[in-house]
């Protein structure tokens, strides 16, 4: 039932564009600032410096070797996961998945 409620805002069409915004991990981990800025932008919000400035220090540091870290580069852990992950279960987690990697236009592994 989730998925259905997830594919259904998904799809709502232009008369609910307005109330919801797609948001991939990715994304964010690639271009930040951009992204906040747009997301600010869609909820009304001022982004203020000060919350750039967090933004730009916590995804732009040096790569980090513990995983729960909120420091690190974004940009460049943004896909470790697919490189650190047994093939099996890669090819497990894109068959279990290959509905959303469908809908929000991901790419096999």
């Known amino acids: 039932k ?3 409620q997830r594919r259904v805002a998904i799809t709502a069409g232009e008369e609910f564009k307005h109330r919801y915004r797609v948001v991939k ?3 964010i981990a690639t271009a930040p600032i951009e992204y906040a800025k747009l997301l600010y932008k869609f909820t009304g919000l001022e ?3 000060s919350v750039q400035d967090y933004i ?3 995804s732009t540091g040096a790569v980090v070797q513990g ?3 909120v420091v690190r ?3 460049e852990v943004v896909d470790n996961w697919k490189n650190v992950m047994d093939p099996v279960h890669a ?3 894109e068959f279990q998945c290959q509905k959303m990697f469908k809908t929000f236009g991901y790419k096999n592994l």
């Open 2 to 4: 989730q998925w259905y």
């Open 25 to 27: 991990y990715e994304d």
């Open 47 to 49: 982004l203020t410096k």
């Open 56 to 58: 730009i220090a916590s």
């Open 67 to 69: 995983k729960y870290e």
């Open 73 to 75: 580069n974004t940009a």
């Open 91 to 93: 090819k497990l987690v």
